[in-house]
């Protein structure tokens, strides 16, 4: 437990150093917390395939993860079961179709944000951008989409924070969407995280943890939706004709604003942190591996040569495998949920792991939690091959060669309960990224980070595995060297 809460004072990486050393030896285990219960841990494909698929119905999400949640995000399709579960998802469900036609043309808009933010402090004249930190640029980017998906109207975080930037404007309150973009909400947003983190994982109870920072920050982040939910309760919201947003959708099915808030932050936590966490990893994979940056961006360039409009066709974008590879490959390696959880509804057994070597059932009893080590699970050398821990999206061109038993990818997790947002996702990623090879034809990471000296990665405490850090430069593509870059300039 002590080892637990100095982790980050000391440096270590809970997920790396505390919880993944047993996982790597022994896919599954049993392990004994501190305070004595004891969890079953799982980082085999079968077992994940009975606990999503064959045999759903006897887990459920466990009342720790309800107890971690509840102070932060309150009561949402994360949280329940059952039949508040069902009309969770029954709510939310048929508005990722609706939206994923529309969006790309609000993705776009950010983007422009997102290359200015970029180039702020100037480009060379061989076409380099000033080296520096742009994880926070990646961070705003997808606050403001998650956002416009939300609530229908960008919270607008990176024009806030460039235009602050412009003009020197004096000690006046900060607006809205600089609060939401400046470095105070991501504080608020990186305590109420590892809160989340610390209680899920390692069950330290509530009473040590609610602080008053801890409050602090957690008022902070949910007062985040509370001007766009009291807009959209006032009904001039949900205008005839008016752009499609899930907020205005939710309004129709309840009035209730606590019930609003929770959807609303759940599902602007899920869509920001897991897209933003997986943009990072992979422009840092794509920084690592320049080979593979280049070989995407040849054959991005001949699927969507510039002016293409047809980039924002979301069938077009899957269609291009590469483009999809890269991406999988990136979740794969680093999953923004490297753990997952489940609570047994009743005695059941998972179907190996048992025995002197592991070939025989483990038996649960009712109420027994287990975690799902999906990071430990997407990089053990016996599944993936002796490469697994190299960045390959080659890797997907193959995929007989990969065991057909369990289900031995899944970042999106798998089933009845998987993520609903998983098409919009990686559409979205998809568009990201083919918009940045477009614009760019060069990454290059600044030599003193760690990501360069291919070191450890600084992470947030988070439940997700949230880089912190992308320091590089970034070459704008011209039309001497086959670039796009005035493909979609307003
Ligand atoms: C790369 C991006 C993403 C990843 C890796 C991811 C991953 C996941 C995972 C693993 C789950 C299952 C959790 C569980 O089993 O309990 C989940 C559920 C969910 N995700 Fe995502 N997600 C991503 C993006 C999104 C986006 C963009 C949205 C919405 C805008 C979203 C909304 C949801 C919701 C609402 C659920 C709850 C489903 C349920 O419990 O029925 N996700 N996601």
Known sequence: MYRILIARKRNEDILEDLILPPVQDHPTLERTLPGGSKLIETADPQNCKAIYITNFRDYQVSETRRKAFRPVTGVSIFTTNGAEWEHSRSMLRPQFTKTLL????????ELENFWTAIEQKGVEADGWTT???ISPFIYRLVTDIASDFLFGESIGSQKAFLEKNISERGPQQPSHAERIGGAEFADAYDRVSEYINLRLRFQVPGWILDTKAFRASRDIFRSMPDKYIQKALGGDHAREGAKYDLLSALVEQTRDPTELKDQALSVFNAGRDAQGTTLHW?????????HVFDKLRSIVLGAFPPGDPSVRDPARLKSCHYLNYVSQEALRLYSPVPINSRQATRDTVLPV??????SQPVALRKGQIVLIHVHAMHQRKGLWGDDALEFKPERWEDQSRFPKEGVMYSPFSAGRRNCIGQSYAMTELGY?????????????????????RHERIPKSAGPLQKPYELKCRLRRANSSNGGASEVFSS
């Open 282 to 290: 992979t422009l840092l994979l794509l920084g690592q591996h320049p």
């Open 131 to 133: 080296s520096g930190e």
């Open 432 to 452: 990201i990224l083919a918009r940045f090879v477009q614009r760019y034809d060069k990454i290059e990471l600044a030599p003193e980070s760690a990501a360069a």
């Open 102 to 109: 529309n969006n790309l043309d609000s993705v776009e808009l």
């Open 353 to 358: 792991g048992g025995g002197p070597d592991g």
